[in-house]
C-alpha cells in the first residue's frame, strides 16, 4: 500500500532524512516512534508530498508519486487524508462546514448527500450537536476529533495521523486512541507518527523507530523489544521495567 | 569575497527567487482562473470585505484629496484671477492620477495587510499544507478568489473616491473662491474625454491585480512564526505601494506618449 524506498532529504544543508525505506501493508496501522526532531514529521509530509526528496521512492498503491507533475500530484493525494498535530482545521469555518469542505469541493456528491456524510462522520467522532459551532469553541479533544471527521469524511484509503494526542488530557487522549483504533475495523490504512510510547504500544500492528532521520528499527512491538540497539533499549527503558506491560505485549502477540 | 559583498549575493539571489516565485504564483493565476465558477462563494465574500467594507476609507481618502487639490490650486490660480480653472484642475487631477493613486495605496495598506496576515497566518498554522494534503492547490482557493474580488471591485471604489475629490472640490471652492456649484460641476465633467475615462479606468484595474496578488504571494511565503509573519505583512504593503506608484508613473508617461 505504501512503499518509501531509500528516501533521503536535506533541509538547510541539513541532512533531515537518510535513506529511510518503510513498507505499510493495505488496513495496517503503523506507527513510527522516535524523539522530537528525528524527522518523523517530516515522513509524512514526504508521504503527503508537501516536501520534495533528494533521493529515492514514494510509492502508493504501486504508483510512484514523488516524481509527479503537481497536477497529478494533487489527485494522487485525493486517496490520503492527514490529521495534523495543530489539527489545521478552517477556522472561518463551522464543524459542519470544515467536515464538509473538501467533499463538497470534489463535486461528486449532491447537497444532501453531503449533509448525510456529515452527520453520519460527526456522530462517529461523537460530535453531534455540534454542527454550528467554530473551531474557537471547541476544546482540545473535540478540535482533534474534528480534524478526524474531516478525514474520514472524503473516505480515504490512507489516514495519517502527526502526533494525535500531544497536548491533549487523558480523557480526551484515550477518546481520539479509541477512535483511531475503531478505524481499522473499517479497513483504514493509518500511519501515526507519534514520541508517546503507551500510544505507539497500544496502536500501532508494526511500529519503526527512527533517530536522526533514520529508520533504525522496524517491525512488530515484540520483534522491536528484542532488539540490541543502544537506542532502542533506552527509548523503551521503561516499557522494559513495566513486567506487566511486557507480558501483555507478548500475550497479545501470541 | 568579504562578508559584506556575500551579503549582497545572497540577499540578491533571495529577490531573484522570489521574483521567480511570484511569477509563477501568477502563471498559476491565469491557468486556474476558469475555476472560478467553482469558487464564486469565496469571490463574493472578498467582495464584500476588500471592497464593501472599504467604502468608507475610499470615501473619506477621495474627498479630503480632491478638498485639498482644490485648496491648493485654488490660491495659487487666485493669483493669476484664474479661479475658474480650479474645477479642470480637480477633476483632472481625481480622474486620472489621485483618485486612482490615492485609492490604489489606500487598498494596498488595507487589502494588503488583510491578504498577507490572513494567508499568512494559515501557513502557519498548517491549513494551506491541509489543502494541499487533501489534493487542492492553494492558489485556486485562496488567491485567484481574492485577485478576482480585488479585479472587480476596486474600480468602483476608485469611482467613489474620484466622485467624493470632484464633489469636495466643488464644495470648498465654492464656500473659498465663490465659484458657482452647477458652474464647477458641469465644467469638470465635460471637460474628460475618453483618454482621460480610461487612464482613470484601467489604473484601478491594474493596481487590484497587483495589489492582490503580491499580498497574497507574501502570505503564501510566511515561514517560521508570529514575527515573520507581521515582516511579510509590512513587505506586502510596502512592496504594493511602491508597484502602485510606479505603474501610476509608466501608465502615465505611457499614455500621454501614445494618446
Not at chain 1, 453531503?114 to 467522532?125: G, N
Amino acid at each position: 500500500m505504501i512503499e518509501l524506498k531509500d528516501i533521503s532529504l536535506q533541509l538547510n544543508g541539513k541532512l533531515i532524512l537518510d535513506e529511510v525505506s518503510l513498507s505499510i501493508d493495505k488496513g495496517q496501522t503503523h506507527v513510527i516512534l522516535g524523539p522530537s526532531g528525528a524527522g518523523k514529521s517530516t515522513i509524512l509530509r514526504v508521504i503527503l508530498g508537501l516536501l520534495p526528496i533528494d533521493n529515492g521512492q514514494v510509492i502508493i498503491d504501486g504508483r510512484e508519486i514523488s516524481s509527479l507533475p503537481e497536477k497529478e500530484a494533487l489527485q494522487a493525494r485525493r486517496q490520503m487524508a492527514v490529521v495534523f498535530q495543530s489539527n489545521a482545521l478552517f477556522d472561518s469555518l463551522t464543524v459542519s462546514e470544515n467536515t464538509a469542505y473538501f467533499l463538497k469541493d470534489s463535486g461528486l456528491l449532491e447537497k444532501k448527500e453531503i449533509d448525510e456524510s456529515v452527520k453520519t462522520v460527526l456522530s462517529f467522532v461523537n460530535l453531534d450537536g455540534t454542527e454550528g459551532l467554530y473551531p474557537d469553541q471547541l476544546s482540545g479533544g473535540m478540535k482533534k476529533r474534528l480534524a478526524v471527521a474531516r478525514a474520514l469524511v472524503t473516505r480515504p484509503q490512507i489516514i495519517l495521523f502527526d502526533e494525535p494526542t500531544t497536548g491533549l488530557d487523558p480523557i480526551n487522549s484515550k477518546a481520539v486512541l479509541n477512535l483511531i483504533q475503531r478505524l481499522k475495523s473499517i479497513g483504514t490504512t493509518s500511519v501515526i507518527v507519534t514520541h508517546i510510547i503507551n500510544d505507539a504500544i497500544m496502536l500501532g500492528d508494526t511500529l519503526s523507530i527512527i533517530e536522526n532521520g533514520k529508520i533504525i528499527e522496524s517491525g512488530t512491538i515484540k520483534k522491536i523489544l528484542q532488539s540490541q540497539n543502544g537506542f532502542v533499549r533506552e527509548f523503551f527503558y521503561e516499557v522494559y521495567q513495566d513486567s506487566s506491560l511486557l507480558n501483555e505485549i507478548q500475550a497479545r502477540d501470541e | 569575497m568579504n562578508e559584506d559583498e556575500s551579503t549582497i549575493k545572497v540577499s540578491f539571489t533571495e529577490k531573484i527567487q522570489k521574483l521567480q516565485d511570484y511569477s509563477l504564483m501568477v502563471a498559476d493565476v491565469f491557468r486556474l482562473s476558469p475555476s472560478i465558477g467553482k469558487n464564486r462563494a469565496s469571490v463574493l465574500s472578498e467582495m464584500y470585505l476588500i471592497g464593501t467594507q472599504a467604502v468608507f476609507l475610499v470615501l473619506v481618502g477621495g474627498l479630503f484629496t480632491g478638498v485639498i487639490l482644490a485648496i491648493e490650486t485654488g490660491h495659487n490660480l487666485e493669483k493669476f484671477g484664474a479661479t475658474l480653472m480650479i474645477s479642470r484642475t480637480v477633476s483632472y487631477g481625481m480622474i486620472r492620477e489621485l483618485g486612482p493613486a490615492i485609492t490604489g495605496l489606500l487598498l494596498a495598506a488595507r487589502t494588503g495587510a488583510k491578504n498577507t496576515s490572513e494567508i499568512g497566518a494559515m501557513q502557519l498554522s498548517e491549513q494551506i499544507d491541509a489543502l494541499k494534503a487533501f489534493g487542492l492547490n492553494p492558489v485556486e482557493k485562496l488567491v485567484i478568489p481574492r485577485v478576482f474580488a480585488a479585479l472587480i471591485m476596486f474600480l468602483p471604489l476608485t469611482m467613489i473616491a474620484d466622485m467624493a475629490g470632484i464633489l469636495g472640490g466643488m464644495f470648498i471652492t465654492n464656500m473659498t473662491f465663490n465659484i458657482d456649484l452647477a458652474y464647477f460641476w458641469n465644467t469638470a465633467i465635460h471637460i474628460l474625454q475618453f483618454k482621460d475615462i480610461f487612464v482613470g479606468a484601467f489604473k484601478p484595474i491594474l493596481f487590484s491585480f497587483f495589489i492582490a496578488s503580491i499580498s497574497c504571494f507574501y502570505g503564501l511565503i510566511t515561514r517560521g512564526g508570529t514575527t515573520n509573519l507581521g515582516k511579510n505583512a509590512i513587505h506586502s504593503v510596502v512592496t504594493s505601494s511602491m508597484v502602485v506608484i510606479l505603474l501610476d508613473f509608466i501608465f502615465t508617461k505611457v499614455v500621454w506618449e501614445i494618446m
